[in-house]
C-alpha cells in the first residue's frame, strides 16, 4: 500500500510541473502585452514598468523566476489590480467557490449514487425509466441554460428564492447555485452507478451470495456497493473538473464573486498573471485531488494493492 | 419421503425450452450425477432449485424441498432454504468469489444472516472449517483475498461456504472442471470425504466423475430427461440412444486401441529451447528449460501439462510467436529464425496453428470466405478469384461443412463449427506440420469426436505431422503416437504412447495418469491423489521442480537438477528413474 | 437486431437528420434574413405576420432565420470540431495501443495528465489571448474533447493485438499493414463510431459555453449557444427568446446522446450472439 501511494505521490509531480510550464508557456505566447488596450503610456512609464514586471528578460528565465516564486507560495502581482498580489486575489474569492464546490460535489453524490442504486435494483420499472429520462435532460442540457430557467421559476416568478447572491445574506442564497453546479453531475453519477451497479450484479459472486441465503440489503452492502463504486470514484476526476467549469458559468449567471468570475473578468482583462496565477492553483488543487481519488481506489480495490 | 421431488419443471424464455418436463427424485444422503452436453439444461436445474434463475426466465412444475414448494416461493422462504438447506459450489471460484473482500468476511456472513453463531464463535467456526477442507493454516487464509489463493485452494473456500450451514443437500456444478487434472482429484476425494451424509447432486459433462463418485445418474438432452438409473447399470446396459452417444464419445485413458509408434523422417527437431519473460519491475520468469522434441512426417506427439507447464510458450516459441532465449529449431534439415516475421513464407506455410477457442481465433467482422480466403491470398497470390474460391470449398469440404458456411460470421456459427473453419484456414495451405493448442478442449464429447476425426484422417491421407497440446490425458491416449509431459517448464518424461500409460518412468507422470478419472464404474477412483498444487513459477522449488510432491523424493531431489536421460527409449527427468517401478 | 430497426437509432437519428434539413432549407423560405433590422417590431412573440415564427429580438431581427442559422452553425463546429478530435484520438490511441510497451505508457501519461485538467481553462485562455477566431474555436474544442477518443481505441487496439485472430495472421505470414486495416481497424470502427456521436454533444456543450461567456462565435454571426445567451438577458419579458434555442439545443443534444447509446446496443448485439 506504501509502495503503491509513494509511486503515485512521485508521479504526479511531473504532471504539475508539466501544467505550469504549458500554461506558463500559453500565457506569454498571447500576442498583445496587458496594457496594450490603455491609453498610450510615455516610452519612459511604459519601461518602468516592464522592467517592474521582468517582462523584458528571455522567456526561460522568467520562466525560472516564476517557478521559484511559486515554491514560497508567492503567485506574482496581479497586472489590473496594482498593489496586489495574485495570492492575495486568489485567498479572497476561493473559499466562496470551494464551498459552493463542495456542497455541489456532496449533493451530486449522494443524490446520484442513491437514485442510480435504486434504479439499478429496480432495472426496467417504472422508477428506473423515470430516473433514466430524468438524468438524460440532466445531462443534455447545459447549465448555462438550466441556470437561467431555474431562477425565472423559482425567483421570479414563484418568489421562493432570491435571485441574485448580493440581494439577501441568508443561507438560502446557496440553494439555487449549488443545484444548479450539482444537477448535470448528478445526472452523471446517477448513470455511471446505475450502469456499474447493474453490472456488478450481473457478476458470479453476487449470484453466489444469493445463493448463500444474504438478503438484498446485505448483498448489496457487503458485496456489491464496494466494487460498482469504483468506475464512480474514477469519474471523480473528471467530475472534479467539470464541477469547476460549471463555477464558472453559475458565479457569472449569478453574481458570485467567486474564483471562476475573477479568471473570466482576468481574461477579459489579460491580466495575466491572475490568469495563470488561477489556472496553476486550481491544476494543483486537481492535480492533489486525483491523488487521493488513486489512493482510495487502491483501499477499495485490494488486487491494485497485493499483487 | 424423498428430500428432493421435482415434478414436470419446465423453464423457459420466451420460446425456447431449456427445461423441459423434467421429473426426478433425490434421497437423503445419497450421490446423484447429473450429466448431459452443453446446453442440456443441467445447470439451469441447479439453478432453479435455488431459486437463482433471471427474472425473464418462466418456470412451472414443481420442486419441492422437504415438502415445501419451492417454485414461485417468496424471496423469505428461499433464502431460509440457501446455505442452511441446500449449499451450492459453482464451476470457476475465481468469479463466483468476491475478489474485494477476505475469505473470511465472506463466510462469517453466512452464518451471520443465519444466526448460526455469534461473537467470537463465528471466526471460531469459520477457521474450523476452512481447516476441515484441507486448507494450509486456516487462519492465515481466512485474512487472505481471493486472488492470493491458488485455483484448488479457492474451489476449497467455495466448498467451505457451501457447507458451512451444514446443508441437507449439496450441489456441486462442474466443480472441477476448471482446475487442473491433479487438483480436481484432490477436490473430487475432499468432496467425498467432507460431506458426511450429505445429499450430493453432482452436475458434470465428465463421465469419469461420474463414475467414480455417483451412485445414481440422470442423463439430460436439450432439456429432457431421457436416462436415469444406478450408474453401474447404465454405464453397463445404457436405456436411450444419447446416453449410449455419450458414453461412446467420452475418451478412457485406458483404452487399448491406440496409434502405433510412427515411422517416418524426422521433419521438425527443438532443441533445448529455453523461454523465458521479463516483465516490468520484476525477475525474468522462466516459462520453459532446457525442451527437446523431434517430430516425424505423420506423426502426432502430444504435449501435456498442467496450469504453469509452460506447453503454450514451449509451442509459441517454436512457432516464432514469441523469442526463444536459446536452443534452436530444425526444419526439414534447415535451421528456422526466430522472429516469425524473419522466416521464409515456405516456412511459415509449412507450421500452422489452431487455438483453443474457436470464437475468438476468427476475426469477428470478417466472413467464413474471407477468414480461409485470405491464407491463401497471401501465398498464393496469383491465382484467380475463381481458383480460389474453389480451393475454399474443397477446404471447408474436407472438414466436413459445406458451401453455404461461406457467407457466415463467426458469431453465427458453433463451437465445433467454428473450431472446424479454423483448422480449414489452417489446412488450406496444406501445412507439413500442424500444433493444435487445445483446439479440442472447448468442444462437446461428440463435437470433439469428429474433430479427432477429421484430424486422424487428414494425417492418414496427408502425412501431416500433428504437435498437440492438452490437458486432457483421455483425449491424448486416443491420438497420439508420442507424449511428452511438463511440468513448470520442464521435461518431465517423453516416450510411446504404449509405454507412458503402462509403464511411466516419473511419478509425476504416475500421478497424472492415476488422476484422470475413468468412465468405468468398476474402476475404482483415486483416492490418494498426489497432494499439493503446481508451484508458481515465481519461485520454482530448488533441484528437481517436483520433489516437494513426490512421494519417492530423496536427498538429491532437493538439491540437484535432474537431467533428462534415455531408459529404453523413454526420455526421463528424475534421479530415481531406473530404480522405481511406476507400472500398475 | 438490423440497424433501423432499433428505435434509438432511427428516431434520434431521425430527429437529428430533420433538424439539420429544416435548419438548411429552413431560411429559403422565410421571407426574412438574418440581419435586418425592424425597428418596429421589436421582440415580437412567435407569430405568422411577416413570418417572424419564432418572434424577433430586441433588435427586430428575426428569430426563425437566426435560429435555423445559430442551428447550422452549432452543427457545423460540433461536427467539424469531433471530426478533429477523432482524428487526432484515433490516431494517437491507435499508435499507442499498437506499438505497446514504454511508448504507449508515455504516450498515456500524457493524456492522463491532460485529463485531469479542466481544459476548458486553457480554451478560454486561448481565445482570449488569440481574439475571438472562427477557426480557432474548432481548433479549440477538438483539443478538448480527443482525450477520451485516445483512450477508448488504444484500449480497444491493446486488447485486439493480442487476440488470437491477430496472432494467427501474423502467423499465415499476413503482413503488417493488412493485419492493420482488415483485422484490427474494422474491429475498432463499432467503437469509434459511437464514441464519435458522445463527443458531438460534448462539443456542443462546449461551443455553447464559449458563446455565452461571449467567446465563439461573433455577431452578427450566431449559435445556438449565443442565442441562449441573449435569450437569458430578455428572458423576464421575452421568454420565448430563451425557450426556443434552450429546447432546441436540449433536443439535440438528447438525440446525439440517444443516438450514441443505441449504436453502442446495436454493436454490442453484433459481437456477442
Redesign the interface.
Known amino acids: 500500500m506504501f509502495r503503491y501511494t509513494l509511486l503515485r505521490v512521485l508521479?504526479a509531480i511531473p504532471?504539475l510541473l508539466?501544467?505550469i510550464v504549458?500554461?506558463f508557456l500559453?500565457?506569454h505566447?498571447?500576442?498583445?502585452g496587458p496594457f496594450d488596450d490603455e491609453r498610450a503610456l510615455p516610452a519612459e512609464v511604459e519601461a518602468n514598468i516592464r522592467d517592474a514586471y521582468h517582462l523584458d528578460e528571455p522567456l526561460p528565465k522568467q520562466l525560472v523566476r516564476y517557478l521559484s516564486g511559486l515554491l514560497q507560495g508567492d503567485l506574482g502581482p496581479s497586472y489590473r489590480y496594482r498593489g496586489r498580489s495574485v495570492s492575495e486575489l486568489i485567498g479572497g474569492a476561493f473559499p466562496l467557490s470551494l464551498q459552493l464546490g463542495a456542497l455541489a460535489m456532496a449533493l451530486a453524490i449522494i443524490v446520484g449514487v442513491s437514485a442510480g442504486t435504486v434504479a439499478a435494483l429496480r432495472q426496467d420499472s417504472y422508477l428506473d425509466r423515470i430516473v433514466m429520462a430524468f438524468t438524460?435532460?440532466g445531462?443534455?442540457?447545459?447549465v448555462?441554460?438550466f441556470a437561467?430557467?431555474l431562477v425565472?421559476l423559482f425567483a421570479?416568478k414563484l418568489q421562493w428564492l432570491p435571485a441574485g447572491w448580493s440581494s439577501t445574506s441568508g443561507a438560502s442564497r446557496f440553494l439555487l447555485p449549488v443545484i444548479t453546479l450539482a444537477l448535470p453531475q448528478i445526472a452523471y453519477i446517477a448513470r455511471l452507478t446505475r450502469a456499474s451497479m447493474i453490472d456488478v450484479l450481473g457478476?458470479?459472486?453476487i449470484?453466489?451470495?444469493?445463493?448463500?441465503?444474504?438478503?438484498?440489503m446485505?448483498v448489496v452492502r457487503?458485496?456489491a456497493l464496494?466494487?460498482a463504486m469504483l468506475p464512480v470514484l474514477s469519474y471523480m476526476?473528471?467530475a472534479i473538473?467539470?464541477i469547476?467549469?460549471g463555477s464558472?458559468?453559475v458565479e457569472?449567471?449569478f453574481g458570485i464573486p467567486g474564483l471562476g468570475q475573477a479568471?473570466?473578468r482576468g481574461?477579459?482583462n489579460?491580466d495575466y498573471t491572475l490568469?495563470l496565477g488561477?489556472?496553476v492553483f486550481?491544476?494543483t488543487l486537481?492535480?492533489f485531488l486525483?491523488l487521493l481519488v488513486d489512493i482510495l481506489y487502491g483501499v477499495?480495490?485490494?488486487?491494485v494493492r497485493?499483487r | 419421503m424423498s428430500l428432493l421431488e421435482i415434478e414436470n419443471l419446465s423453464i423457459r424464455y420466451g420460446d425456447t425450452a431449456v427445461v423441459d418436463g423434467l421429473d426426478f427424485e433425490l434421497d437423503h444422503g445419497e450421490s446423484v450425477g447429473l450429466v448431459g452436453e452443453s446446453g442440456s439444461g443441467k445447470s439451469q436445474t441447479a439453478m432453479a432449485i435455488?431459486g437463482?434463475l433471471p427474472r425473464h426466465a418462466h418456470i412451472s412444475g414443481s420442486i419441492r424441498f422437504d415438502d415445501t414448494e419451492l417454485v414461485g416461493a417468496t424471496?423469505e422462504t428461499?433464502?431460509?432454504?440457501?446455505?442452511?438447506r441446500i449449499g451450492?459450489v459453482?464451476q470457476?471460484p475465481m468469479?463466483?468469489?468476491?475478489?474485494?473482500?477476505r475469505v473470511g468476511r465472506q463466510l462469517r456472513?453466512?452464518l451471520v444472516?443465519?444466526n448460526l453463531a455469534e461473537g467470537s464463535d463465528v471466526d471460531a467456526r469459520v477457521i474450523e472449517m476452512l481447516g476441515r477442507v484441507g486448507l494450509p493454516d486456516a487462519e492465515r487464509q481466512f485474512r487472505s483475498?481471493p486472488?492470493?489463493l491458488s485455483g484448488g485452494m479457492r474451489q476449497r473456500v467455495?466448498l467451505a461456504?457451501a457447507l458451512i450451514?451444514e446443508p441437507d443437500l449439496l450441489i456441486a456444478d462442474e466443480p472441477t472442471t476448471a482446475l487442473d487434472v491433479t487438483v480436481q482429484a484432490q477436490i473430487l476425494e475432499l468432496l467425498e470425504d467432507v460431506r458426511d451424509n450429505t445429499t450430493l447432486l453432482l452436475i458434470t459433462h465428465d463421465l469419469g466423475i461420474v463414475a467414480g463418485y455417483c451412485e445414481r445418474m440422470l442423463v439430460l438432452e436439450k432439456g429432457r430427461l431421457v436416462d436415469s438409473g444406478a450408474t453401474t447399470s447404465l454405464f453397463a446396459s445404457p436405456g436411450h440412444a444419447h446416453t449410449r452417444l455419450l458414453l461412446a464419445a467420452a475418451p478412457r485413458i485406458d483404452r487399448a486401441d491406440i496409434p502405433t509408434p510412427a515411422t517416418g523422417a524426422t521433419i521438425l527437431g527443438i532443441e533445448s529451447a529455453e523461454v523465458s519473460y521479463a516483465e516490468r519491475g520484476r525477475e525474468r520468469l522462466q516459462a520453459v528449460h532446457d525442451v527437446s522434441l523431434s517430430l516425424r512426417d505423420g506423426e502426432t506427439v502430444a504435449v501435456v501439462g498442467e496450469s504453469g507447464s509452460g506447453k503454450s510458450s514451449f509451442v509459441r516459441a517454436l512457432l516464432g510467436l514469441v523469442p526463444m532465449q536459446s536452443g534452436r529449431v530444425v526444419y526439414a534439415g534447415a535451421p528456422l529464425q526466430g522472429p516469425v516475421d524473419r522466416r521464409s513464407k515456405a516456412q511459415r506455410r509449412d507450421l500452422q496453428l489452431v487455438f483453443q477457442d474457436p470464437v475468438t481465433a476468427l476475426n469477428p467482422q470478417l466472413r467464413v470466405h474471407s477468414i480461409i480466403d485470405e491464407s491463401l491470398l497471401v501465398h498464393e497470390p496469383q491465382l484467380s478469384g475463381g481458383t480460389r474460391l474453389e480451393r475454399v470449398i474443397e477446404a471447408l469440404e474436407q472438414v466436413g461443412l459445406d458451401a453455404g458456411y461461406l457467407r457466415r460470421y463467426p458469431h453465427e456459427l458453433s463451437g465445433g463449427q467454428a473450431q472446424r473453419v479454423a483448422i480449414a484456414r489452417a489446412l488450406i495451405l496444406e501445412p507439413k506440420v500442424l500444433i493444435c493448442d487445445e483446439a479440442v478442449a472447448a468442444l462437446d464429447g461428440s463435437v470433439r469426436e469428429q474433430v479427432l476425426a477429421l484430424l486422424r484422417r487428414v494425417q492418414a491421407e496427408t502425412g501431416l505431422a500433428i504437435i498437440f497440446i492438452s490437458h486432457d490425458l483421455a483425449v491424448v491416449r486416443a491420438i497420439s503416437h508420442r507424449v511428452l509431459v511438463m511440468y513448470l517448464g520442464r521435461l518431465i518424461e517423453l516416450a510411446d504412447n504404449a509405454t507412458l500409460f503402462a509403464r511411466p518412468r516419473h511419478p509425476y507422470t504416475r500421478a497424472l495418469i492415476d488422476a484422470v478419472p475413468v468412465p468405468d464404474p468398476v474402476v475404482a477412483p483415486n483416492t490418494a491423489p498426489l497432494q499439493g498444487e503446481v508451484p508458481s513459477l515465481l519461485n520454482p522449488p530448488s533441484g528437481c521442480v517436483f520433489h516437494p510432491r513426490c512421494d519417492h523424493a530423496i536427498d538429491v531431489c532437493a538439491n540437484k537438477l535432474p537431467v533428462a536421460r534415455t531408459i529404453n527409449g523413454s526420455r526421463v527427468a528424475c534421479h530415481r528413474a531406473d530404480e522405481l517401478e511406476l507400472g500398475r | 437486431m438490423s440497424f433501423f430497426r432499433n428505435r434509438a437509432i432511427s428516431v434520434s437519428g431521425g430527429i437529428i437528420l430533420a433538424t439539420a434539413v429544416v435548419a438548411l432549407f429552413g431560411p429559403w423560405i422565410s421571407p426574412n434574413d438574418y440581419i435586418s433590422t425592424d425597428f418596429d417590431r421589436l421582440l415580437l412573440a412567435p407569430t405568422t405576420t411577416g413570418g417572424h415564427f419564432f418572434g424577433t429580438d430586441d433588435l427586430g431581427r428575426d428569430l426563425f432565420v437566426r435560429t435555423m442559422l445559430g442551428i447550422r452553425v452549432t452543427l457545423l463546429v460540433a461536427i467539424v470540431a469531433s471530426f478533429v478530435s477523432l482524428i487526432i484520438g484515433v490516431t494517437y490511441g491507435a499508435v499507442a495501443g499498437f506499438v505497446g510497451g514504454r511508448v504507449d505508457a508515455a504516450m498515456m501519461?500524457f493524456v492522463?495528465?491532460l485529463?485531469?485538467?479542466?481544459?476548458?481553462?486553457?480554451v478560454?485562455?486561448?481565445m482570449?489571448?488569440?481574439e475571438r477566431n472562427f477557426l480557432l474555436i474548432f481548433i479549440a474544442i477538438g483539443a478538448v474533447n480527443w482525450l477520451d477518443m485516445a483512450r477508448i481505441v488504444r484500449g480497444q487496439t491493446l486488447s485486439l493485438k493480442e487476440r488470437e485472430f491477430v496472432a494467427a495472421a501474423r502467423l499465415t505470414g499476413v503482413s503488417t499493414g493488412r493485419i492493420i486495416f482488415r483485422h484490427i481497424a474494422p474491429n475498432l470502427i463499432g467503437i469509434v463510431v459511437v464514441y464519435l456521436t458522445l463527443t458531438i454533444?460534448q462539443a456542443i456543450?462546449v461551443e455553447?459555453?464559449l458563446s455565452?461567456?461571449g467567446l465563439g462565435v461573433q455577431e452578427p454571426r450566431t449559435s445556438l449557444?449565443a442565442l441562449?445567451?441573449a435569450?437569458?438577458n430578455l428572458?423576464?419579458g421575452a421568454?420565448w427568446t430563451?425557450?426556443i434555442p434552450?429546447g432546441l439545443?436540449?433536443m439535440l443534444?438528447?438525440s446525439f446522446?440517444?443516438l450514441g447509446d443505441g449504436l453502442r446496443d446495436y454493436f454490442d448485439a453484433r459481437h456477442s450472439s
Do not use: C, W
Open positions: 508521479g504532471t508539466l501544467v504549458l500554461a500559453m500565457v505566447a498571447a500576442p498583445g438524460m435532460t445531462i443534455s442540457i447545459p448555462f441554460v437561467p430557467v425565472l421570479v457478476r458470479d459472486f449470484r453466489t451470495a444469493r445463493a448463500q441465503g444474504l438478503g438484498t446485505t457487503l458485496h464496494r466494487p476526476g473528471p473538473a467539470a469547476l467549469t464558472v458559468v457569472e449567471i479568471f473570466v481574461a477579459l489579460r490568469v488561477i489556472v486550481y491544476a486537481i492535480v486525483n477499495l480495490d485490494p488486487r497485493y | 435455488l437463482l424471496k428461499l433464502n431460509r432454504f440457501r446455505a442452511q451450492i459453482f470457476d468469479q463466483a468469489l468476491n475478489p474485494y473482500l456472513e453466512i444472516q443465519h483475498y486472488h492470493q467455495m461456504s450451514a | 501519461r492522463d495528465t485529463y485531469a485538467l479542466p481544459f476548458i481553462f486553457f478560454i485562455l486561448l482570449v489571448a488569440f454533444p456543450l455553447s459555453l455565452f461567456l449557444g441562449v445567451n435569450g437569458v428572458m423576464e421568454s430563451l425557450l434552450a439545443l436540449a443534444l438528447m446522446n440517444f
